[in-house]
């Protein structure tokens, strides 16, 4: 390694002591076959598998030490191959975000790439053969170490193999983005760096690793390392011929890129750099000069690095992978009773999905009621069929399949159904007169200690205990549509929820493997206050006359999962006019009711669109409808209107205490509404377009937090 390079990584290790440094075991292994010996580095950070092996500088100069080591042992021709793999279950993955967020020098995050670079070089130039066993788990540069190998076998038991950089704010750029098109292909490359790191960073399983052409070999877990020694030595006696297909450098990789480009336009709408840096450099490697790709690469990188898109990425990430696995206030968890039994009232879809939820998670006796037979049956047979499909895809054994449909029941006898349960959540109509009568139904039949849950979307949990003779049992728990995809659980703590309540609450959502965020029983809590805030803006801004695709293009820097009006048929029209109501009735200085969603509602349509001709058009007779004036705004200024509603709003609701800070309105809106982690929510985003500070007088968080600290 050159003294630059080493120099490099003293200095950014210096930035970053807290580094848990990873270090290059080499130990040598005769090969079968005769076919020689191999210097085998194993990739280890000295903690198991809850604790991935990653890359930080002091990690990369223990990588250099041990490439220092087989150099001079292939120099003097005491090796015959080079070897590289992980400890248990675990291959590496990748830079260590960690040591990205105390960069605050370009030079320094220019240092990162290069360091990287210069020791995976080191491993292609090596004068022997080099194999890369990927194990294990393998992400980002765990990924990119094993493409500077000339071989790579991998494992039918990895379970997550990805390049996820452009998900994050960054490009792969330890050789991802020139190494990888120039061995699969550049349409398999912009699969796996673009498509699938922009679908909520979708993984690899090591068949498909092997499939895309990515690895040579695949052998199953139990003798992986065996297998891939012996297949290593037939590839050294000449008795294995790895053949590579044929990369087209014609008009094929300029349409692969255009393709990545088209897919990067629907996913962020230009709103994140890093896709199209990434297709940049993608698009350059098409004549093969391996370094100039490298150089682009650190370039990118450091740009990224320095730019608020990636700390808004690393800002998610943390949100989602530390704050949502802690939740803030709420109460020790020694204070949780077990439960044993859940009850749900209701048999309808949402009550169906949540009791296939419990049943999978708890595994325990789920029992289902309603107002007849007939409904009672059909939630029931929904829960069985969902079971079956399941175990029709793998997803579940015979077995379990046969425990989870003995374990779920329906009753229309209360009492009967629920006199052994400890959790009972409701999921039916969401009218307060209603749910009022549900509990107090319920109350009369359960346990002192049993928990009552609401599923309401935006009435007041205080107001539906108020009558109760136990309301210090009842709590919010607030489910996202689809239940099985969405992570969010709000939690919400009403006047009177006492902590063993609570603390239950959260019990019970960690078993879920839900996102639990303690919220304050305020009208539509916070990811439905929000959205209606900013759904309410859209329609009014179309209500005066701003044509429907001027406000879709408007809001397509915010690079959301789909546009608002989509959003409307997908929530539904009514429930998305209730919710307003309820809104509304509690602030009716900010929340409005647009007189035209309710024609479209009264008028019993599904939503604006019609795809009718196979094209997204608006539907005809929803135009017929709608009294609109005569007020035409630009995109860029439907953006701002939107945008204002929201500052404003979130302010208001850290002000009444919603929730605790402006990071669990970020961790709502990413795991309850899809709000894409390029933005880091919305905050960080209101705080760099400087909506913020015009609106509120000041940033929603502290400088460093989601930005490049000063």
Known sequence: ????????????????????????????????????????????????HTKPTTFGPGSLAKLSEALDQVEAEAAAGS??????????????????????EVLKEHSDALAIGKGGHDVFKRIAALTVPTFAFYNGAAMGGGVEIGLHCDYRTVSTGVPAFSLPECFLGLVPGWGGCTLLPNLIGPAKAITVIIENSLSQNRQLKGKQVFDLGIADAVFAPADFLEQSLLWTATVLKGETVVERPEIDRGDAWDAAVAHGRAVADSKVHGAAPAPYRALDIIAAAKDGDVQAGFDAEDAALADLIMGGELRSGIYAFNLVQKRGKRPVGAPDKSLARPVTKVGVVGAGLMASQLALLFVRRLKVPVVLTDIDQERVDKGVGYVHAEIDKLLGKGRLNQDTANRFKGLVTGSLDKAEAFGDADFVIEAVFEELGVKRQVFA????????????????????????????????????????????????????????????????????????????????????????????????????????????????????????????????????????????????????????VSENLARVVKAG??????????????????????????????????????????????????????????????LCLITGAGWPFHLGGITPYLDRSGVSARVNGKPFLAPGVASVPA
Not at 29 to 44: F, K, N, V
Not at 79 to 100: N, R
Not at 635 to 658: S, Y
Request: aromatic content about 6%; some cysteine.
């Open 441 to 592: 139904d319920v109350e009369a039949v359960v346990s002192p200690t049993c928990i009552l849950a609401t599923n309401t979307s935006s009435l007041s949990v205080t107001e539906m205990a108020a009558e109760l003779k136990h309301p210090e049992r009842v709590v919010g728990f607030h489910f996202f549509n689809p239940v099985a995809v969405l992570p969010l659980l709000e939690i919400v703590r009403g006047e009177r929820t006492d902590d063993a309540s609570l603390a239950t609450a959260f019990g019970v959502s960690k078993q879920l493997k839900k996102t639990g965020v303690l919220v304050k029983d305020a009208p539509a809590f916070v990811v439905n206050r929000i959205l209606t805030r900013f759904m309410g803006e859209i329609q009014h801004v179309i209500d005066e006359g701003t044509p429907i695709d001027v406000v879709e293009k408007g809001v397509e820097p915010l690079g959301l999962p789909m546009s608002p009006i989509v959003l409307i048929e997908l929530v539904g029209p009514a429930i998305a006019l209730h919710v307003s109501e309820t809104l509304h009735a509690a602030f009716p200085d900010r929340f409005s």
């Open 79 to 100: 090796i015959a191959a080079v070897g590289v793999t992980g400890k248990p279950f675990i291959f590496a993955v990748g830079a260590d975000l960690k040591g990205v």
């Open 1 to 48: 390694m050159t003294d630059t390079t080493t120099e490099l990584l003293k200095r950014a290790h210096e930035l970053f002591p807290d580094e848990v440094v990873t270090s290059a075991h080499v130990r040598h292994l005769d090969l079968p076959l005769g076919a020689g010996r191999l210097a085998l580095i194993t990739l280890d950070n000295g903690f198991d």
């Open 605 to 666: 349509k599904r939503g604006f669109y019609t795809w009718a001709s196979g094209q997204q058009e608006i539907d005809p007779e929803v135009a017929a409808l709608l009294q609109v004036g005569d007020v035409v705004l630009t995109p860029e200024q439907v953006l701002d209107r939107a945008l204002t509603a929201v500052a404003e709003e979130i302010a208001l609701m850290l002000d009444e205490g919603v929730v605790a800070e402006a990071q669990d309105v970020d």
